[in-house]
């Protein structure tokens, strides 16, 4: 009996320890093995000629970012060559899908085990600065205000936060006039709109209720839609500062570009797919269903691989009352996180993907430089041109770490006056009230 | 001795527990009670020790929050619909299926085949069949049936939105509570039936007296289970509202939580909304459970 009891704790005590062990071994290390480490065999390492100036003890930077699959392959292209300059570090990658990218960010920071160098969008920069996870890079990366000096304003302001900067714009877009050259055909236009009134006469021209054929559609309310519009218009969310929005979310100009959106909405000019639940924004145009749609570069990449014989025609945001074309910015900067432990080295790899060369790189795969003394330069894709000029009067949404929020209140306001609980002016002084009170 | 005897009998017992008490407390009980205490924070994630200790402020928020109060309606709506539906449909269909005919086999496929294919994929089929200018559902009703004059745009109206969402979980829901009725079914005896039979009772005297109150444990089984998981819907209200469009209006308290949390890194207060979940299950299901047996008594 006695033997037996004993045999028995045994066993179970073993069972015990592998079971404990078993579940400490993934715990203890949660970023352990990046899912696709590029290291770059090929490149020689051992470069003598730099070795004065290389870091003392090897470096291995981790780098996250949500690059598509012909990005991820040309970023290995700028490791190499960043790794072939600097010997002594090295880059590893890991890729995320862009929907599982917060949340994977928020748990490695709150572990304590973060990546040293990330790809951001752009609205999240402040959000992320607020809650003290970004490394202040002003008077901290060498030669800071020298590489700012070439970058596009609008995408570096993104990255500041109560006057300091806390990234490196790595790459723009904006949204341009996407117009279907079958439909403007059909409906005898020759031109694409150049002004906000010829935008809204043509969009209703455009419309042919008994083929369900719209002028223009948006792809939801969310801010980012009506957005280049709104600018155009002369709309403005907040003060420059950042203090207040009432005056302008529902100053006259705002209120004049979501009036106009919601006549074209009234009179069926404009899809109702916006309210959700609709034809796609992308197909709904290369099937000539949307006349005109407002979009960015990668509509490009998107038609080639969806619709290859469709055409895809760009122009300019049409200009506002003060005669002046707008945009939304986007696009992704690059963040050096709180908690690394080779601050030095990941300015470094920072300020690399910031080189023309990297940019240059980078641009042969759609992401469109923030360099200004790249814009025209031969290396870069034709199609480049039309957004690099509308980028000149884009401007950045509220960089706040509340933005969620404000856009949110944008949101909701569009859909009550869209479906008709509220005119333009009243939905867009809740709006200012809303957003007033996240600017406390 | 009687004492020490039953503590050396514990002790094997409570070493063959502790693997699984083990992985309990670090993975469920140790995170469960961190979240309570961060429920009580603004909470700062980087650096934890800077958060600002505020007592019940993240509680009263969610309560005074329009769009949790909204999350709320809609949770229990959906609850209320999908869990009597589903009974009351399933019911029906293990009664057929426990009949004895040709293909019962292949019925009893058919019917749990929705249970077991992927939530993603049916919610997505779903959104393209409601779909408010090229879908299924409105080519029926209007171009077939006649029965609307124009399109209805589904996902725009908060109301509507919830008709996909509730047909969807009780499409996919009615095998499983049809199974578990059916093994309720097949553990009745058949000899009360015949005995029945024997003293003239007709099939829906049996239905009433025999099948009905020897299913007592299996209705308060799928209660309680449906339930708690009505209350914990979370993957058809993401996928199909993409977290609350239009307006916030179509939430369910997890997606609200979700979006709370890692949406706009406000730990502290989706935190709260879980523990006002966890408590208003736990009642809710105390309450079933004492009904239940009131019932049965």
Redesign the interface.
């Known amino acids: 009996m006695k033997t037996n009891?004993f045999i028995?704790?045994l066993v179970?005590?073993l069972?015990?320890s592998a079971?404990?062990l078993a579940?400490c071994a993934p715990?203890a290390t949660p970023t352990a093995a990046p899912a696709l480490a590029t290291e770059a065999p090929a490149v020689a390492t051992e470069a003598p000629t730099a070795a004065p100036t290389a870091v003392s003890a090897p470096v291995t930077l981790q780098y996250w970012h949500t690059h598509s699959d012909p990005e991820t392959a040309q970023l290995d292209q700028v490791i190499a060559a960043f790794e072939a300059a600097n010997p002594g570090i090295k880059v590893e990658t890991t890729r995320y899908a862009y929907n599982d990218y917060?949340?994977a960010l928020?748990t490695a920071?709150?572990s304590g085990s973060v990546p040293d160098v990330a790809r951001l969008d752009i609205a999240w920069v402040s959000?992320f600065a607020d809650?003290?996870?970004l490394v202040q890079l002003d008077g901290k990366l060498p030669d800071f205000d020298n590489i700012i000096k070439d970058t596009f304003p609008g995408p570096l302001s993104t990255n500041k936060w109560k006057d300091h900067y806390y990234g490196l714009p790595l790459d723009t877009n904006t949204q341009v006039l996407l117009w279907n050259k079958a439909d403007f055909d059909a409906a005898g236009i020759t031109t694409p709109p150049a002004t906000m009134e010829e935008f809204a006469a043509d969009a209703c021209k455009l419309t042919d209720a008994t083929k369900?054929q719209y002028g223009y559609a948006e792809g939801?309310?969310y801010f980012w839609a009506p957005a280049p519009v709104f600018y155009a218009m002369g709309g403005k969310v907040t003060d420059d500062k950042i203090t207040t929005a009432t005056g302008y979310v529902n100053g006259p100009e705002s209120v004049a570009a979501f009036t106009m959106l919601k006549d074209l909405y009234t009179k069926g000019c404009l899809?109702?797919?916006l309210?959700?639940?609709?034809?796609a924004t992308d197909a709904g145009h290369a099937q000539g269903t949307y006349g005109m749609i407002i979009d960015g570069p990668w509509m490009v990449d998107i038609y080639k691989s969806n619709y290859p014989d469709f055409q895809v025609n760009f122009a300019p945001i049409p200009t506002g009352p003060q005669g002046t074309t707008s945009s939304v910015v986007g696009g992704e900067d690059v963040v050096v996180l709180?908690?690394s432990k080779n601050q030095e080295a990941a300015m470094k790899w920072a300020a690399y993907l910031l080189s023309p060369d990297a940019q240059k790189m980078m641009a042969s795969v759609g992401q469109m430089p923030t360099l200004a003394s790249l814009a025209g330069d031969s290396a870069m894709p034709p199609y480049f041109a039309v957004f690099q000029e509308q980028l000149k009067t884009a401007q950045a949404r509220v960089p706040h770490p509340k933005w969620?929020?404000m856009d949110?209140a944008i949101?909701?306001a569009y859909?009550?006056m869209l479906?008709g609980e509220q005119t333009p002016q009243e939905a867009l002084d809740q709006a200012a009230t809303e957003i007033d009170a996240l600017l406390k | 001795m009687p004492t020490k005897r039953r503590y050396s009998d514990l002790?094997?017992a409570l070493?063959?527990l502790?693997?699984g008490l083990?992985?309990f407390i670090?993975?469920f009980l140790g995170p469960m009670l961190y979240s309570l205490r961060i429920s009580f924070f603004a909470w700062?994630?980087?650096?934890?020790d800077?958060s600002v200790f505020v007592g019940f402020d993240n509680y009263q928020r969610a309560l005074s929050d329009p769009i949790f109060q909204r999350a709320i309606f809609n949770t229990l709506a959906y609850t209320v619909i999908t869990v009597f539906v589903k009974m009351a449909l399933g019911l029906g269909v293990a009664l057929l299926l426990n009949q004895n005919f040709h293909g019962r086999t292949f019925f009893r496929v058919a019917y749990y085949l929705p249970v077991i294919t992927s939530w993603v994929i049916v919610s997505l089929l779903f959104?393209y069949m409601?779909?408010?200018?090229?879908?299924l559902v409105n080519y029926i009703l209007r171009d077939i049936l006649r029965l609307i004059p124009k399109d209805i745009?589904?996902?725009?109206d908060p109301i509507l939105?919830l008709i996909p969402i509730i047909l969807l979980d009780i499409w996919k829901g009615i095998g499983w509570a049809a199974i578990i009725f059916l093994a309720g079914l097949q553990a009745i005896p058949t000899e009360l039936y015949e005995a029945a039979r024997v003293d003239g009772a007709n099939s829906s005297a049996q239905l009433r007296y025999i099948t009905w109150p020897l299913l007592g444990p299996t209705i308060v089984f799928l209660v309680v289970v449906l339930v708690i998981g009505g209350l914990n819907a979370y993957v058809p209200f993401q996928l199909i509202t993409h977290g609350g469009?239009?307006?916030?209006l179509t939430h369910s308290i997890l997606t609200l939580m979700y979006e709370a949390t890692?949406?706009?890194?406000d730990f502290g207060y989706g935190a709260a909304i879980s523990y006002l979940l966890t408590v208003f299950v736990f009642f809710v299901s105390l309450i079933e459970l004492r009904l239940m047996k009131q019932q049965a008594a």
């Open positions: 009891r028995w704790m179970s005590l069972i015990v079971t404990v579940a715990a917060k949340t928020l920071i709150s959000e809650q003290g996870a369900k939801g309310t899809s109702p797919n309210l959700g639940g609709g034809i709180e908690g969620g929020d949110n949101n909701n859909q009550r479906k | 002790l094997p070493i063959f502790l693997p083990i992985l670090l993975f700062k994630i980087v650096h934890p800077q959104e409601f779909n408010g200018q090229a879908g745009i589904w996902f725009a939105t469009d239009p307006m916030d890692f949406g706009r890194i």
